[in-house]
């Protein structure tokens, strides 16, 4: 009995060890987006709360945390408290698999990367049970809106991942970050570039991200399904669309860009003078750069039109993943390839 | 009894399961009847996990929960049922709806009852080392033992798909619809025309109150 408790108690640590910088990534996430979208259209971005502004994600917490929970008299009430608690639960789950270094992961199970795509797509719940509890047409669209958009974008991330899986031949993440050690040339960016350009933009559109951000399109559905939440349930939308976009920038850094591998591995002076740098940080930058790539993006932008989105899932991402895996399988099968088949 | 902590999380899911399908009939919002079957899927999801078989666990989440039940609802919210109506008729058909659910029961337990997996048929499946991967064994089976039926189960798939694009397939309308690539391709010299125009003072201006003078002379000329 007491050893369950021991070991139980131990695995809420690690996971608190995990969520804690998590949701302070997040916080500042929001700061550096106003900051840098800012920037980008020749603004300041936040400056008056603290030095610089540093401490505006706390004065938005504060504000959202101390706001009155509106619950619409027309809402399944029931419902529409579970709606958050079902987006964010999976956006936080995900990270349980997530290689932060070589042995530093919370679950290293066989069946990871499936596992990811899972958690990806259990997201979708929150917001079509938020969209329909609410019990207003905007919520409602934009809940429709959504699901359909991840269904689609999750098929082409999904043959994308199967690429992924060709190459590494593990659906382990800790396996598939090993098998790309040796230089920056054995990343599988370079053998997957249409499919890691793929799962990029699929991971943009799975979560709901500008120019994809159909599902809260304020020009025509005013906040699409969070429009009827306030304070804290609100406060829950958002923290999990942002843990998503920091997730999606993880998994590319790790499926393509080597995760916590080095840069300089194999290179003989500067391999040997960067070593004492831990694997974290390198995963860590190269996430840093996606997230900043998907900020750039929403500043750079305009949203799709719904059909044109429609289109770009199903009748050009699709055919170019079947079509890249059925030319990677020849090349691994007819021995053409560096990895071994 | 001591119970192991495989049995409690053997009994907590099957509790789950159990009380989450009872709720998918007795729930009268079809969307919490929908939400309480996605429970289900979960919780048989779990019951997978114990049996070492984590990929299968994890692919029931991925199609059934993150694919088949988010469509499913998408249907669900779209009805207006009415459940007055609905319960019209109910006792009078108690007694036939009793009849058929005792049979099934009855062929239910004599189809994977003891008599076919019982101790005697099949041995308690032992546990596997660290070592084993669910994927490995499932791809092996599946692409040895099993190629035909398996490469049979992906044509059926293949003809329902091709039934059902084809049962909704009503022909070619005419209608407008934009072409995409034709967008694309398009160049400067398609949109935009550059019109050279003569200006009506033949002497250069330089100062801003005739430059727009020489603005109103040239709206003129184009209205005419």
Redo the contacts between chains.
Sequence with gaps: MLEWFNELMWILLKIGFILLPLILAVAYTTYAERKVIGYMQLRMGPNRVGPKGWLQPFADVIKLATKEIVLPSGANKPMFLLGPILFIGPSLAAWAVIPFDAELVLADINAGLIYLLAMTSIGVYGIIIAGWASNSKYAFLGAMRSASQVVSYEIAMGFTLVGVLMCANSMNLGDIITQQSGSVLDWFFIPLFPLLVIFWISGVAETNRAPFDLPEGESEIVAGFHVEYAGTAFALFFLAEYANMILVSCLTAIMFFGGWLSPFQGIPYLDAMTSWIPGTFWLLLKAAFFLFGLLWLRATFPRFRYDQIMRLGWKVFIPVTIVWIVVLAAWIKLQWWPFNG | MELT?QQLVFYGFSTLLLLSALMVILSR?S??AV?FL?LCFVATSGLWMLLQA??L???L??VY???VM??F??VV?MLDIDIAARRHGFTKLLPLALLVAIAFLFILHWLVGDNHFGLEQMEAPSDHDASY???RELGKMLYTDYFYPFELAAVILLVAMVAAISLTFRGKRSRKSQD?DKQVRVTKADRLRVIKMESSSSSQQTDSKSDEESNENKDKEQDK
């Design positions: 902590f919002n969307v919490k939400m996605v984590e990929f666990a994890v692919a989440v991925l929960v993150g694919a988010v469509l609802l998408f919210m991967s669910n994927i995409i």
